[in-house]
């Protein structure tokens, strides 16, 4: 559990390396690969910016708390305050319907039966048209989920000034600062570009690349895995709240570091403060540990794992065109 600051010192030089990178190939006129290199280092800085708003690096929050927004609004565009408010929630109610927002994605998905009972608007009715084929569109939606996230973060920051919560007031300036400086030197990057074709490969290739490489980690370990209502009786333990809700990536050097250690899961909702360095070793003990205890202790490589997302996805799916019949 101890922080390990000079381990994020070599992380976050390794990300900056790629970003620099990017803009060196850009000079070079190697655009293609300079966006390339772009999107890894927008990916990396998600997994820098996840670890330092968890307290991880230093056992100074304030400097925590100063390089999650230099590396998530600043560096990647997204604003570090509207990802604690919601990841917050979903370590504490994990796969809990109608709590954890990171599966209430309705109306465009649908991950568990309550959920086809939310489309009452025109509009949302019109999209319930299209769940039965969710489990085919979900991978093509995930380059996408960038727009996503952005625009929240915008909508978000611009709307802090009047949060009910001091310290999203205090941080206001700074967020929106950061989130203004990112954009700007986006679209300075694109304008330094020869022609508009060129531009317009530039922007979607590290848009929708970094989109990917962050969205198919973090839709792996809680998608598959059983929901459970709000009431449910495992809320009064914590840890096979986490145990039960959480799925494992298969663990390897290549994967541990494509994936910023979010391949152990299930140790990181154990203990959300532990360094990514530390989560192999805690693997051990908390696999004894489950062992012991007749848990279970779901871990897959990552085609596996991704087979039963989609399956979950097709399952309501099924239930979607059961009931229109």
């Known amino acids: 559990m101890e922080a390990q600051p000079w381990y994020y010192v070599g992380k976050s030089a390794t990300t900056l390396g790629f970003m620099f990178f990017a803009f060196y190939l850009q000079y070079c006129g190697w655009?293609?690969?300079?966006?390339?290199?772009?999107?890894?280092?927008?990916?990396?800085?998600?997994?820098?910016?996840?670890?330092?708003?968890?307290?991880?690096?230093?056992?100074?929050?304030?400097?925590?708390?100063?390089?999650?927004?230099?590396?998530?609004?600043?560096?990647?565009?997204?604003?570090?305050?509207?990802?604690?408010?919601?990841?917050?929630?979903?370590?504490?109610?994990?796969?809990?319907?109608?709590?954890?927002?990171?599966?209430?994605?309705?109306?465009?998905?649908?991950?568990?039966?309550?959920?086809?009972?939310?489309?009452?608007?025109?509009?949302?009715?019109?999209?319930?048209?299209?769940?039965?084929?969710?489990?085919?569109?979900?991978?093509?939606?995930?380059?996408?989920?960038r727009f996503s996230w952005t625009t929240q973060s915008l909508l978000w920051v611009f709307a802090e000034n009047s949060s009910e919560y001091r310290v999203y007031r205090r941080n206001a300036l700074t967020e929106q600062s950061f989130l203004m400086a990112h954009w700007a030197w986006v679209l300075l990057q694109l304008y330094l570009l020869p022609s508009m074709g060129v531009r317009i490969m530039y922007f979607f290739v590290s848009q929708l690349l970094s989109a990917f490489l962050i969205a198919y980690v973090v839709t792996f370990s809680h998608n598959s895995v059983d929901k459970y209502p709000a009431n449910s009786r495992l809320l009064n333990n914590f840890a096979c709240l986490q145990i039960f809700t959480t799925r494992n990536m298969t663990p390897g050097p290549i994967t541990d570091w494509v994936w910023g250690g979010l391949n152990y899961q299930i140790e990181h909702h154990l203990f959300p403060t532990m360094p990514r360095c530390n989560l192999n070793t805690c693997m051990k003990l908390v696999k004894e540990f489950c062992k012991e205890n007749n848990l279970p202790y779901l871990v897959n490589d990552y085609f596996e794992g991704y087979a039963l997302n989609l399956k979950q996805l097709e399952n309501i799916a099924h239930m979607t065109t059961t009931k229109a019949n």
């Open 31 to 145: 655009y293609f690969t300079s966006a390339l290199s772009l999107a890894i280092s927008w990916q990396q800085f998600g997994w820098l910016t996840h670890e330092f708003s968890h307290h991880q690096p230093t056992k100074n929050r304030k400097l925590n708390d100063m390089f999650s927004i230099i590396f998530g609004n600043l560096a990647q565009g997204f604003s570090a305050d509207w990802w604690k408010d919601k990841h917050n929630t979903h370590h504490a109610a994990t796969n809990l319907i109608d709590h954890d927002g990171d599966i209430n994605l309705a109306p465009l998905f649908a991950f568990v039966p309550a959920d086809l009972s939310r489309y009452k608007l025109p509009v949302e009715k019109f999209i319930l048209k299209f769940i039965p084929y969710q489990h085919l569109y979900f991978t093509l939606s995930l380059p996408l989920l």
